[in-house]
């Protein structure tokens, strides 16, 4: 202990004497403690009379006199989640080791203060007596100092520490836990242990234990056997969200005791043991998010006091009423919850879940459910959960069915065959916090009876053929709106003149036919899709801070881009493509600094030239100003946007050369779009290091030169760069698509998704390009559009384009090549384009299967020394070259709604909740009180998010 410490506790000790009620040591420790905090709401307020037993928060022993406990949480209500880390009512500076002169200190809470990243004091660890330690969520960081392990007393310890963003607390090593023999009381969620390796033996010698929450601390391993089990009494084990890869341990078996086991979002797999059924004693079984393989109901036959039931996305499939019909009837009685969703699950409802008569919860999104739905299911009264979206059920839902369910708060009906027809004055006998009827044929007239729900939180109707005005009422319904989707309708008219009363989060009117100027909006946002509409007038200019998505693309919005939009310091991605903007890009935009991931301004009239305050953009992923009247050079410090995965600038009036640093600083760019500017100067050879471009269009410029030799090294075959989104794409939570990229191919131009992978790409056509074509240019096996059309190309068709074997689209026209076409090119299978016309080519066309079908003669025309079909000109000789070659489809085809399926849930996710919960400032009541599933969503973002940074610190 330093000196200085000893030096305050003699200074309050000197002048310790008996005052009423109160140890006047105690009393001046605890002003000492006071004086070193900050507590910014005066929460200590009443720490000032004589008797500091009558203190908030202060409780002394009725007996002796002295501080027994010392309570400072904070509460909950107090944490506003929305304007993450703020916690007004917090306290916060530094913590006054004067506490040790509290001798017979039992009881310690802090949890839930904010106390910036300060370390867990060590001194902590003499409070001798302490009981109870609670530290949750308190906002500590570094490690958690193993002089706790001298707290022999200790009953309780909480250093659980979700909710603090950018602290993290960490143990390394566990033996210290072995010295805490009283415990019975342990959650360390959250908290870092990847290399506490003994966690599991340390745990074994507290026998006491009753409760063990070790969920989302990247446990390094967790052993399989145990040669004896001395946490027998354990009721409550949760080790949730530790990227645990293994099958389920054994020693589990003998935790005969237990009544809560949460082993969700790990990567167990295997086979679920029917020892299982030892646990007789569980209420609460969490499986979600596992692997495990053909779950078989044998295993639960003996849990008869189940209450909760969750198997989600576990790889569970089969008929759920077979499963559910094998379950003893003790359980069928008894479960509360249900939830078994986006799992495999096929069959209907009829017959058993009628049955389950105490269920409150019943959650079977995301199966392959179907029928309709029992009338008994609707009669379920107790039901305060109905999940049952994305299935194939079907039938007719009117007030008849809905009118028993007076408890349900949460009803989720969306993607089936419903069609939902309630009677528009009909008053429902329910008070609903979440109401997600997307595609539920409600409309044409919007839901008026929804007018009486004042608790709701969010309301989808997306995708319902409304063809209404949007009620005014809506906005007044609920002071607790905060999720409003109603996007994919016909909704016409206006809105109202402001909107800054209500506390709206996620605004989505996207693609409906809304008209008019924006009204004052909330600044609560921080989702807002607007695009797909008819709105004019000037974009918001208003600052909002925590606005993370602005999307308003394909609207008519004028004028400038608002300088506004550089303070909304949270923005990751800014659409604002097709509308009427002008004026130049503002300049300010590089405040958003690493903040801003989609920059999309494609489609407007801005001018001027790109501010190179955008080179401060570190984050930036997608850069998109194609089709304005930018002009100017690519500013040089555009390379230090080194994320970018798509940069395009085509259809402006930028001239210059092409910087040889876009090879070099930007390895990720999977599109490159220069296309129709005046870009002069040679193709830099550097481009080919782009070991990720799956598009590079550099079509109508000036370019000159040669075609790089290197060509060939361009190496298509890498995958997708590394990012997180990826992983996590089969969340169906989308959200508007953030614009596309126009690709010539096949002579037309099509759109494809922005971030396009499975796409490959060269145009280079239009320019001023002369020299050969390099053999090199075979190496491209993976190529599958390759323009040249309309350059000074000379010399030969290189005989190795047969070896492109993913070739669809192939145009060399309007060049000066000369020779024969190669025979080669009748081997490439999915060849469903060609254009050679107007170049020098002579010689038989050769044939052969697929050629066999590109029979038109404008292919060929302008060569007036090529013979045979389907020219008109004969050759002398007349042979046939049979080639053997599978019939294909057009690859190209077949991928092109895969492509935007699979690309839309990337986007959808990416945008959604990649970026939206990447950002850790997601906080985890946020969406809970919407939707549990956004927080489960959460929760495996979070889970993806710890692991990928000890990923990166590994690295
Ligand atoms: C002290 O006495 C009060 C009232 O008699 C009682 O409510 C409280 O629980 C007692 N406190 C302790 C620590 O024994
Ligand atoms: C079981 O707990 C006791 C008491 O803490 C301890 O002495 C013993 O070593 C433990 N056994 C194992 C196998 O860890
Ligand atoms: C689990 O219980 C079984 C049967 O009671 C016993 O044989 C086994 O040793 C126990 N395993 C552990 C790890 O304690
Ligand atoms: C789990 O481990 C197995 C074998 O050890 C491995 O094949 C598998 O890829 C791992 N799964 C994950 C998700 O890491």
Redesign the pocket.
Known sequence: MAPPIYLLLFTIAIQAFAASGCFEIERNALLAFKADLIDPRNRLASWKSQNCCTWKGV?C??TTGHI?KLNLRNSYDNIDYLYYGKRPSALGGKISPSLLLLNHLEHLDLSLNNFNGIRIPTYFGSLKNLRYLNLSQACFSGMVPPQLGNLSNLHYLDISSIGCDAYDIAVDNFAWFTHLSSLRYLDISFVEMSSATYWLQAINMLPLLKYLDMSMTSLPTIPISLPYLNITTLGVLKIAGNNINSTLPRWLWNLTSITHLDLSLNEFHGFIPDELSCLKSLIVLSLGYNNFEGLSPKPFSKLCGLNTLDLTEVGFSGEINKWVEKLPSCTQQNLQILNFPYNNLRGNLSGWLENMTSLTEIDLNGNSLNGTIPLGVWRLTNLTRLYLKSNFFEGTITEVQLSHLQRLKWLDLTDNSFNVQISHDWIPPFQLKALHLSSCNLGPKFPTWLQGQTQLEALVLSNNGIVDTLPNWLWNISSSLVYVHISNNQIKGKLPWSLDHVRLQYLNLGSNQLEGPLPALPQTLSFMNLSNNLFTGSMPNSTFLSLQYLLLSNNSFGGNVPLSLCESVSLQVLDISSNELSGEIPSCLGMLQDQLLVLDMMNNALSGKIPTSLGKLGALAILDLSNNSLSGKIPSSLQYCTQLINLNLGYNNFSGTIPKWIGESLPFLMVLSLCSNTFSGSIPSEIVQLGYLRALDLSHNILSGSIPRSIGELSWEKGVPIMPFFEYSNYNVSAGSVGSVYLVVKGEAREYSKLLYLFESIDLSCNNLYGEIPDEIGDLQALQNLNLSINHLTGHIPDQIGMMHALESLDVAMNNLSGTIPQSLATLNYLSYLNVSYNNLSGKIPSGYQLQTLNDPSIYMGNPYLCGPPTTQSCFTNETIHVFGKRSHDRFERLGPDISVVLGFIIGFWIFCGVFLLSRSLRISYFSAIDRTYDRLYVAVALALISLRRRFREV
Do not use: A, I, T
């Open positions: 409780v022993s009725n027994l």
